[in-house]
Protein backbone atom coordinates (compact mmCIF):
# COMPACT_ATOMS: atom_id res chain seq x y z
CA UNK A 1 0.00 0.00 0.00
CA UNK A 2 2.37 2.21 1.13
CA UNK A 3 4.60 1.79 -2.28
CA UNK A 4 1.31 3.05 -4.40
CA UNK A 5 1.02 5.70 -2.22
CA UNK A 6 4.52 6.66 -2.79
CA UNK A 7 4.08 6.61 -6.49
CA UNK A 8 0.94 7.93 -6.60
CA UNK A 9 2.34 11.26 -4.43
CA UNK A 10 5.48 11.45 -6.83
CA UNK A 11 3.09 11.54 -10.07
CA UNK A 12 1.48 14.25 -8.09
CA UNK A 13 4.95 16.12 -7.81
CA UNK A 14 5.40 15.78 -11.55
CA UNK A 15 2.55 17.03 -12.62
CA UNK A 16 3.56 20.32 -11.11
CA UNK A 17 6.73 20.46 -12.36
CA UNK A 18 5.67 20.34 -15.42
CA UNK A 19 2.65 22.48 -15.08
CA UNK A 20 4.89 25.19 -13.73
CA UNK A 21 7.26 24.78 -15.94
CA UNK A 22 10.08 23.88 -13.79
CA UNK A 23 12.26 21.91 -16.59
CA UNK A 24 14.78 22.51 -18.38
CA UNK A 25 14.70 21.70 -22.37
CA UNK A 26 16.19 21.03 -25.32
CA UNK A 27 15.36 20.27 -29.09
CA UNK A 28 15.81 16.64 -30.79
CA UNK A 29 15.35 15.36 -34.46
CA UNK A 30 11.69 13.97 -32.30
CA UNK A 31 10.88 16.86 -31.23
CA UNK A 32 11.25 19.08 -27.34
CA UNK A 33 12.29 17.47 -24.96
CA UNK A 34 12.27 17.79 -20.79
CA UNK A 35 14.47 17.41 -17.89
CA UNK A 36 12.41 17.53 -14.80
CA UNK A 37 13.48 17.91 -11.29
CA UNK A 38 15.19 14.37 -9.88
CA UNK A 39 13.02 13.23 -7.20
CA UNK A 40 15.32 11.42 -4.74
CA UNK A 41 12.93 10.50 -2.29
CA UNK A 42 9.10 10.60 -0.92
CA UNK A 43 8.60 9.86 2.99
CA UNK A 44 5.00 9.50 4.16
CA UNK A 45 3.99 9.98 7.78
CA UNK A 46 0.06 10.29 9.64
CA UNK A 47 0.40 14.29 8.63
CA UNK A 48 2.46 15.09 5.91
CA UNK A 49 4.39 14.22 2.94
CA UNK A 50 7.92 15.10 2.44
CA UNK A 51 9.75 15.21 -1.26
CA UNK A 52 13.81 15.85 -1.56
CA UNK A 53 14.85 16.79 -4.73
CA UNK A 54 17.23 18.69 -6.98
CA UNK A 55 16.66 21.10 -9.94
CA UNK A 56 18.77 20.25 -13.22
CA UNK A 57 21.42 22.87 -13.62
CA UNK A 58 20.22 25.71 -15.70
CA UNK A 59 17.14 25.81 -14.11
CA UNK A 60 16.35 29.24 -12.20
CA UNK A 61 15.51 28.52 -8.65
CA UNK A 62 13.38 31.66 -8.21
CA UNK A 63 10.73 29.62 -10.57
CA UNK A 64 9.96 27.80 -7.53
CA UNK A 65 9.10 30.60 -5.68
CA UNK A 66 7.59 32.23 -8.76
CA UNK A 67 5.31 29.29 -9.17
CA UNK A 68 4.75 28.75 -5.45
CA UNK A 69 0.91 29.13 -6.62
CA UNK A 70 0.81 25.98 -8.66
CA UNK A 71 1.82 23.46 -5.91
CA UNK A 72 -0.84 24.91 -4.02
CA UNK A 73 -3.64 24.47 -6.23
CA UNK A 74 -2.25 20.57 -6.97
CA UNK A 75 -1.82 19.83 -3.37
CA UNK A 76 -4.27 21.81 -2.21
CA UNK A 77 -2.66 21.40 0.98
CA UNK A 78 -0.48 23.25 3.07
CA UNK A 79 2.76 23.69 0.93
CA UNK A 80 6.40 24.58 2.40
CA UNK A 81 9.11 24.35 -0.16
CA UNK A 82 13.00 24.72 1.70
CA UNK A 83 16.25 24.43 0.14
CA UNK A 84 18.56 26.82 -1.90
CA UNK A 85 20.47 26.86 -5.65
CA UNK A 86 19.38 23.10 -6.68
CA UNK A 87 18.60 20.95 -3.71
CA UNK A 88 15.13 21.27 -2.21
CA UNK A 89 12.56 20.08 0.16
CA UNK A 90 9.02 19.99 -0.30
CA UNK A 91 6.17 19.41 2.54
CA UNK A 92 2.70 19.06 1.95
CA UNK A 93 0.62 18.91 5.49
CA UNK A 94 -1.93 16.04 4.96
CA UNK A 95 -3.65 16.34 8.59
CA UNK A 96 -3.29 18.45 11.52
CA UNK A 97 -1.24 17.47 13.80
CA UNK A 98 -2.84 17.03 17.98
CA UNK A 99 -1.21 19.42 20.61
CA UNK A 100 2.24 19.25 21.25
CA UNK A 101 2.06 19.31 25.26
CA UNK A 102 4.68 20.95 26.93
CA UNK A 103 7.61 18.56 27.35
CA UNK A 104 10.44 20.43 29.26
CA UNK A 105 13.00 17.73 28.67
CA UNK A 106 12.76 17.67 25.29
CA UNK A 107 13.10 21.08 24.91
CA UNK A 108 16.13 21.73 27.17
CA UNK A 109 17.63 19.59 24.55
CA UNK A 110 16.69 21.91 21.69
CA UNK A 111 17.30 25.28 23.86
CA UNK A 112 20.92 24.03 25.51
CA UNK A 113 23.06 24.59 22.47
CA UNK A 114 22.14 27.60 22.43
CA UNK A 115 23.67 31.15 25.02
CA UNK A 116 20.17 32.11 25.50
CA UNK A 117 17.93 29.76 23.67
CA UNK A 118 14.16 30.46 22.63
CA UNK A 119 11.66 27.25 21.98
CA UNK A 120 9.73 27.84 18.97
CA UNK A 121 8.18 23.83 18.49
CA UNK A 122 8.21 21.56 16.33
CA UNK A 123 8.51 21.64 12.40
CA UNK A 124 6.56 19.54 9.82
CA UNK A 125 8.75 16.84 10.15
CA UNK A 126 8.64 16.64 14.13
CA UNK A 127 12.10 18.14 14.70
CA UNK A 128 11.62 20.81 17.53
CA UNK A 129 12.65 24.38 16.27
CA UNK A 130 14.64 26.89 18.42
CA UNK A 131 17.46 29.86 18.37
CA UNK A 132 19.67 32.13 20.31
CA UNK A 133 18.46 35.30 21.10
CA UNK A 134 21.47 36.81 21.48
CA UNK A 135 21.91 35.99 17.58
CA UNK A 136 18.63 37.18 16.65
CA UNK A 137 17.42 39.17 19.28
CA UNK A 138 13.94 40.90 19.54
CA UNK A 139 11.15 39.06 18.67
CA UNK A 140 7.24 39.87 17.47
CA UNK A 141 4.08 37.68 18.44
CA UNK A 142 1.24 38.22 16.83
CA UNK A 143 -2.51 36.52 17.11
CA UNK A 144 -6.07 36.67 17.14
CA UNK A 145 -7.40 35.77 20.42
CA UNK A 146 -7.28 31.48 20.45
CA UNK A 147 -4.50 31.26 18.17
CA UNK A 148 -1.96 29.94 20.72
CA UNK A 149 0.23 33.72 20.78
CA UNK A 150 -0.48 33.76 25.01
CA UNK A 151 0.80 30.61 25.22
CA UNK A 152 3.41 30.82 23.07
CA UNK A 153 5.23 33.89 25.31
CA UNK A 154 3.94 31.53 28.50
CA UNK A 155 6.54 28.24 27.38
CA UNK A 156 8.93 30.64 26.42
CA UNK A 157 8.93 32.49 29.78
CA UNK A 158 8.82 29.36 31.86
CA UNK A 159 11.24 27.70 29.54
CA UNK A 160 13.80 30.42 29.85
CA UNK A 161 13.34 30.52 33.55
CA UNK A 162 14.40 27.05 34.06
CA UNK A 163 17.26 27.21 31.85
CA UNK A 164 19.19 29.96 33.42
CA UNK A 165 19.86 31.34 37.00
CA UNK A 166 18.80 34.79 38.05
CA UNK A 167 22.37 36.02 37.90
CA UNK A 168 22.72 35.28 34.11
CA UNK A 169 18.94 36.55 33.12
CA UNK A 170 16.25 39.28 34.63
CA UNK A 171 12.75 39.50 32.91
CA UNK A 172 11.14 42.84 32.70
CA UNK A 173 7.34 41.77 31.86
CA UNK A 174 4.26 44.08 30.87
CA UNK A 175 0.87 42.79 31.04
CA UNK A 176 -1.69 45.34 29.28
CA UNK A 177 -4.23 42.39 29.44
CA UNK A 178 -3.72 41.73 32.92
CA UNK A 179 -4.57 38.46 32.06
CA UNK A 180 -1.09 36.36 31.31
CA UNK A 181 2.01 37.40 33.46
CA UNK A 182 0.09 37.14 36.83
CA UNK A 183 2.15 33.58 37.38
CA UNK A 184 5.63 35.33 37.39
CA UNK A 185 5.30 38.02 39.66
CA UNK A 186 6.80 35.89 42.38
CA UNK A 187 9.70 34.33 40.13
CA UNK A 188 13.60 35.47 41.45
CA UNK A 189 14.53 36.08 37.49
CA UNK A 190 11.36 38.60 37.88
CA UNK A 191 12.27 42.29 38.25
CA UNK A 192 8.46 43.63 38.04
CA UNK A 193 5.29 42.99 36.34
CA UNK A 194 2.96 45.97 35.28
CA UNK A 195 -0.25 46.90 33.63
CA UNK A 196 -0.58 50.42 33.36
CA UNK A 197 1.15 52.86 31.20
CA UNK A 198 2.63 54.39 34.19
CA UNK A 199 4.22 51.63 35.56
CA UNK A 200 5.63 50.74 32.15
CA UNK A 201 6.80 53.80 31.40
CA UNK A 202 8.87 53.85 34.63
CA UNK A 203 10.54 50.37 33.84
CA UNK A 204 11.67 51.34 30.60
CA UNK A 205 13.16 54.18 31.51
CA UNK A 206 15.25 52.61 34.46
CA UNK A 207 16.05 50.17 31.52
CA UNK A 208 17.10 52.98 29.51
CA UNK A 209 19.31 54.02 32.36
CA UNK A 210 20.87 50.38 32.23
CA UNK A 211 21.52 50.39 28.64
CA UNK A 212 23.66 53.86 28.77
CA UNK A 213 25.45 52.40 32.25
CA UNK A 214 26.33 48.85 29.77
CA UNK A 215 27.02 51.40 26.84
CA UNK A 216 29.53 52.72 28.96
CA UNK A 217 31.28 50.14 30.41
CA UNK A 218 31.63 48.76 26.89
CA UNK A 219 33.47 51.88 26.10
CA UNK A 220 35.71 51.79 29.00
CA UNK A 221 36.89 47.79 28.51
CA UNK A 222 36.70 48.71 25.29
CA UNK A 223 34.56 45.83 23.69
CA UNK A 224 31.69 45.54 21.43
CA UNK A 225 29.40 43.32 23.48
CA UNK A 226 28.45 43.14 26.93
CA UNK A 227 29.69 39.25 26.81
CA UNK A 228 33.25 39.83 25.72
CA UNK A 229 33.10 42.44 29.07
CA UNK A 230 36.09 41.13 31.88
CA UNK A 231 34.56 37.80 33.86
CA UNK A 232 34.31 39.59 37.22
CA UNK A 233 32.31 42.45 35.25
CA UNK A 234 30.06 39.91 33.77
CA UNK A 235 26.21 41.30 33.19
CA UNK A 236 22.97 39.63 32.95
CA UNK A 237 21.12 39.58 30.47
CA UNK A 238 17.60 41.49 29.93
CA UNK A 239 14.40 40.93 28.25
CA UNK A 240 11.13 43.03 28.36
CA UNK A 241 8.40 41.29 26.91
CA UNK A 242 5.45 43.66 26.65
CA UNK A 243 1.99 41.38 25.84
CA UNK A 244 -0.35 44.01 24.05
CA UNK A 245 2.13 46.60 23.57
CA UNK A 246 -0.16 48.09 21.17
CA UNK A 247 -1.93 49.24 23.64
CA UNK A 248 0.97 51.79 24.71
CA UNK A 249 0.68 53.29 21.26
CA UNK A 250 0.00 56.64 22.49
CA UNK A 251 2.76 57.00 24.76
CA UNK A 252 5.67 58.55 22.91
CA UNK A 253 8.09 57.76 25.43
CA UNK A 254 7.26 54.63 25.67
CA UNK A 255 7.31 53.64 22.01
CA UNK A 256 10.62 55.92 21.69
CA UNK A 257 12.20 53.39 24.54
CA UNK A 258 10.86 50.53 22.68
CA UNK A 259 12.21 51.59 19.14
CA UNK A 260 15.71 52.34 21.30
CA UNK A 261 15.44 48.89 22.92
CA UNK A 262 15.50 47.01 19.42
CA UNK A 263 17.89 49.11 17.59
CA UNK A 264 20.44 48.86 19.90
CA UNK A 265 19.58 46.32 22.45
CA UNK A 266 21.59 43.68 21.12
CA UNK A 267 25.39 44.37 21.94
CA UNK A 268 24.15 45.64 24.86
CA UNK A 269 22.45 42.20 26.29
CA UNK A 270 19.13 43.78 26.41
CA UNK A 271 16.04 41.76 24.15
CA UNK A 272 12.53 42.62 23.40
CA UNK A 273 9.60 40.15 23.08
CA UNK A 274 6.28 42.10 21.75
CA UNK A 275 2.95 40.72 21.38
CA UNK A 276 -0.46 41.82 19.88
CA UNK A 277 -3.26 41.07 18.58
CA UNK A 278 -3.72 42.32 15.59
CA UNK A 279 -0.40 43.73 13.75
CA UNK A 280 -0.80 47.72 13.41
CA UNK A 281 1.48 49.05 10.31
CA UNK A 282 1.18 52.72 12.46
CA UNK A 283 2.53 51.20 15.75
CA UNK A 284 5.11 48.58 13.97
CA UNK A 285 6.72 51.30 11.79
CA UNK A 286 9.42 50.43 9.51
CA UNK A 287 12.40 50.77 12.33
CA UNK A 288 10.61 48.31 14.47
CA UNK A 289 9.57 46.31 11.73
CA UNK A 290 13.37 46.14 10.51
CA UNK A 291 14.84 45.28 13.58
CA UNK A 292 12.41 42.63 14.70
CA UNK A 293 14.87 39.94 13.34
CA UNK A 294 12.55 37.18 14.48
CA UNK A 295 8.13 37.31 13.58
CA UNK A 296 5.59 34.64 14.88
CA UNK A 297 2.25 35.06 13.70
CA UNK A 298 -0.02 32.72 14.68
CA UNK A 299 -3.70 32.64 12.84
CA UNK A 300 -4.06 35.72 11.87
CA UNK A 301 -7.59 37.71 10.38
CA UNK A 302 -6.13 38.55 6.72
CA UNK A 303 -3.30 38.88 4.34
CA UNK A 304 -2.34 42.75 5.24
CA UNK A 305 -1.96 41.53 8.80
CA UNK A 306 0.03 38.99 8.08
CA UNK A 307 2.17 41.47 5.57
CA UNK A 308 2.63 43.84 8.76
CA UNK A 309 3.53 40.88 10.74
CA UNK A 310 6.01 39.49 7.70
CA UNK A 311 4.37 36.10 8.13
CA UNK A 312 2.98 35.50 4.80
CA UNK A 313 0.19 33.38 4.86
CA UNK A 314 -0.68 33.32 8.49
CA UNK A 315 -4.02 34.23 8.04
CA UNK A 316 -4.73 30.80 6.35
CA UNK A 317 -3.79 28.77 9.52
CA UNK A 318 -6.77 26.71 10.69
CA UNK A 319 -5.19 24.43 13.60
CA UNK A 320 -4.53 26.51 17.22
CA UNK A 321 -1.09 26.57 17.94
CA UNK A 322 0.24 26.37 14.52
CA UNK A 323 2.12 29.40 13.71
CA UNK A 324 4.35 31.03 10.70
CA UNK A 325 8.21 31.70 11.72
CA UNK A 326 10.07 34.16 10.02
CA UNK A 327 13.41 34.49 10.39
CA UNK A 328 16.47 33.42 8.50
CA UNK A 329 13.93 31.25 6.31
CA UNK A 330 10.06 30.76 7.05
CA UNK A 331 8.87 27.44 8.77
CA UNK A 332 5.14 26.33 9.83
CA UNK A 333 5.47 25.05 13.34
CA UNK A 334 3.62 23.79 16.19
CA UNK A 335 4.01 25.44 19.46
CA UNK A 336 4.42 23.34 22.30
CA UNK A 337 0.91 23.30 24.44
CA UNK A 338 1.52 24.49 27.90
CA UNK A 339 -1.38 24.64 30.48
CA UNK A 340 -1.26 27.42 33.89
CA UNK A 341 -1.33 24.93 35.98
CA UNK A 342 1.50 23.03 34.59
CA UNK A 343 3.32 26.27 34.58
CA UNK A 344 2.87 26.99 37.67
CA UNK A 345 4.25 23.09 39.16
CA UNK A 346 7.29 23.93 36.76
CA UNK A 347 7.74 27.60 38.10
CA UNK A 348 6.83 26.91 41.58
CA UNK A 349 11.13 26.40 42.88
CA UNK A 350 11.66 29.51 41.76
CA UNK A 351 9.27 31.39 43.37
CA UNK A 352 10.47 34.03 46.28
CA UNK A 353 8.47 36.12 48.89
CA UNK A 354 8.45 39.38 47.57
CA UNK A 355 7.66 42.81 49.00
CA UNK A 356 4.62 44.83 47.66
CA UNK A 357 5.31 46.02 44.38
CA UNK A 358 6.91 49.64 44.13
CA UNK A 359 6.45 51.99 41.43
CA UNK A 360 10.39 51.97 39.96
CA UNK A 361 11.62 54.97 40.09
CA UNK A 362 14.22 55.93 37.21
CA UNK A 363 17.59 57.24 37.60
CA UNK A 364 18.85 60.00 35.27
CA UNK A 365 21.24 58.70 33.15
CA UNK A 366 24.66 60.20 32.98
CA UNK A 367 28.23 59.90 31.67
CA UNK A 368 30.21 58.24 33.64
CA UNK A 369 34.59 58.60 34.00
CA UNK A 370 36.52 55.53 33.23
CA UNK A 371 36.93 55.87 37.69
CA UNK A 372 33.62 55.96 38.50
CA UNK A 373 32.67 53.12 36.15
CA UNK A 374 35.53 51.15 37.89
CA UNK A 375 34.09 51.99 41.34
CA UNK A 376 30.45 51.21 40.18
CA UNK A 377 30.98 47.66 38.78
CA UNK A 378 33.62 46.73 42.10
Not at 1 to 14: F, G, P, T, Y
Not at 80 to 100: C, H, M, R, V, W
Not at 109 to 129: F, M, P, T
Not at 349 to 378: A, I, M, R
Request: aromatic share 8%.
Amino acid sequence: MIIWEKLKARKQLVKAFRTAQIYRSYSTDNGERYILPKIHSVTINDHSIQYTFTLPIGVNPDLLKKNYFVFQQIFRKQVNIEGEIKNFTLSIQTAPKKDLIYDFCEIEKAVDKHKLGIICGQSRNGEYVSFDITEKPHILIAGETGSGKSTQLRSILTTLIKIKRPEELQLYLGDCKRQEFHIFRKVEHVQCVYSNARDIRSMLLKIRAEMDSRSNLTEVFEVGHIDDLPKEHKLPYIIVCIDEFVMLRKDEEIMDILTEIVAIGRTLGVFAILSMQRPNAKVLDTTVRANLTVSMGFKLRDPMEAKIANTPNAEKIEVSGRFIMNSDKVYEIQAPYLVMEEAKKLLSPFYVSKGPVKEVKPEEPKQLTESEVFNDVN
